[in-house]
């Protein structure tokens, strides 16, 4: 069976719809399907999906469309470490994950290798630098504040400016020597190519509250829920 | 004050990682307060499926959805629209807008009991949790 035919006929089977109701926008070419290896089998009714799967409709329009229990919508992850392994991309995808970014994993020494697996990914993957050199290491990313080399990280994105889209700085107090200098560091190497800073709050040794003014437009900050006096409310 | 922050264009991502991350009652102070997240993330890595209080992103979500005031379209907004204004690379993704590239999660809305995790053991049940069922994907570069 050509391959199309196989990916087709799997979608059908898949999703319980005849061939003449499988959307246009499917054809001709039907694009791999990735199933997440714990989800129930399409046709098994069961107490939350009385009827199975018996219908898709795939419009256009709205972000999202539902039909009975489904949900259809691309699912994008701007803050993930999925290349820290070979294997984490396509676990992202099962997971319905289409697009994502590492957020991180790799500093200026080691980003040929994590640039290397964002190209392999089967979906559209990019990489935040760390401006800890190392990336994300045990002893902490900043731990020595040497390791947030400015001209090193700035080397780095511009030997792979088509795969950097921004600057991680990590400042949790563990892993950082200096919150605010490390941050300094992290916007003085992204400004220079006009890229955004994600932080990585939480238990920071300076309050939130002032690490935020050190954030440009389109800057990011993550973990922002955390129990101590750095969550955005308090 | 972080309200002006974000009016200067910082986006706020409630990024539900491994550990230390998120707490229930930091979490209800923020969705009381209406401080809704731009994005919703989950540091995932290969492994995450075996961090109780992980899983997937669609787990994230559900929190969301169960504990707050927004809505499933609004959940939904901070893993798609959302993101993809966050960098270039995104953009025209997220949605599934004519001429978009067919990048679809299919993900199954249940109703039932649901143990949700926090990052310190705290268990929450709710009645929603979306899950991940199939991925179909058109991207080739």
Redesign the interface.
Same mark, same amino acid.
């Given at each position: 069976m050509h391959r199309r035919q196989f990916l087709k006929s799997g979608?059908r089977a898949?999703l319980g719809v005849s061939a003449a109701s499988i959307p246009s926008?499917?054809s001709p070419?039907l /694009?791999?399907?990735? %199933?997440?290896p714990?989800?129930s089998p399409a046709h098994a009714p069961n107490?939350?999906?009385p009827g199975g799967l018996d219908s898709l409709e795939?419009?256009?329009?709205?972000?999202?469309?539902?039909k009975m229990?489904?949900?259809?919508?691309?699912?994008?992850?701007?803050?993930?470490?999925?290349l820290?392994?070979p294997?984490?991309a396509h676990?992202?995808?099962?997971?319905?994950?289409?697009?994502?970014?590492d957020?991180g994993s790799a500093g200026a020494d080691n980003i040929d290798d994590i640039v290397a697996m964002a190209r392999a990914a /089967?979906?559209?993957a %990019?990489i935040l630098i760390n401006i800890g050199r190392r990336g994300v290491i045990g002893e902490g990313d900043t731990f020595e504040l040497s390791l947030a080399n400015v001209e090193a990280c700035k080397a780095a994105i511009a030997s792979n400016l088509d795969y950097v889209?921004?600057v991680k700085a990590r400042l949790?107090a563990e892993v950082t020597a200096n919150d605010r200098e490390v941050l300094r560091r992290a916007q003085e190497a992204a400004s220079y190519f006009k890229l955004?800073v994600m932080i990585h709050m939480?238990?920071s040794e300076t309050p939130m509250?002032e690490l935020?003014?050190l954030?440009?437009?389109?800057?990011?900050?993550?973990?922002?829920?955390?129990?101590t006096t750095h969550?955005?409310?308090? | 004050?972080?309200n002006e922050?974000r009016l200067?264009?910082?986006?706020?991502?409630?990024?539900?990682?491994r550990i230390?991350?998120?707490?229930w009652?930091?979490?209800d102070?923020?969705m009381t307060?209406g401080?809704w997240?731009d994005?919703t993330?989950?540091?995932?890595?290969?492994?995450?499926?075996s961090v109780p209080g992980v899983v997937?992103?669609?787990n994230i979500l559900s929190k969301l959805l169960n504990f707050s005031d927004m809505s499933?379209?609004e959940v939904?907004?901070t893993?798609?629209?959302n993101?993809?204004k966050?960098?270039?690379?995104?953009r025209g993704?997220?949605?599934?807008?004519?001429g978009?590239?067919?990048?679809?999660?299919?993900?199954?809305?249940?109703?039932?009991e649901f143990e949700f995790l926090d990052n310190?053991e705290g268990v929450r049940v709710g009645r929603k949790r979306?899950?991940?069922?199939?991925?179909?994907?058109?991207?080739e570069?």
């Open positions: 979608l898949a926008i499917l070419v /694009p791999p399907i990735y %199933r997440n714990f989800s107490a939350n999906n795939i419009g256009t329009g709205p972000i999202f469309q539902r229990d489904l949900s259809l919508f691309p699912l994008l992850a701007i803050h993930a470490h999925y820290q392994d294997r984490g676990i992202a995808l099962e997971d319905g994950i289409t697009g994502f970014v957020a /089967p979906q559209p %990019r889209v921004g949790t955004p939480g238990q509250g935020v003014k954030l440009k437009p389109g800057d990011i900050v993550v973990h922002d829920s955390p129990p969550a955005t409310v308090h | 004050m972080m922050v200067n264009g910082s986006r706020f991502d409630i990024a539900n990682g230390d991350h998120l707490r009652d930091t979490f102070a923020i307060a401080f997240p994005t993330s989950t540091d995932g890595f290969a492994a995450s499926r997937d992103l669609p499933l379209s939904v907004a893993a798609t629209v993101a993809a966050v960098f270039p690379f995104l993704k997220g949605t599934l807008n004519v978009a590239d067919v990048d679809l999660a299919i993900l199954k809305l249940r109703e039932g310190y979306l899950f991940p069922f199939e991925t179909i994907h058109a991207y570069e």
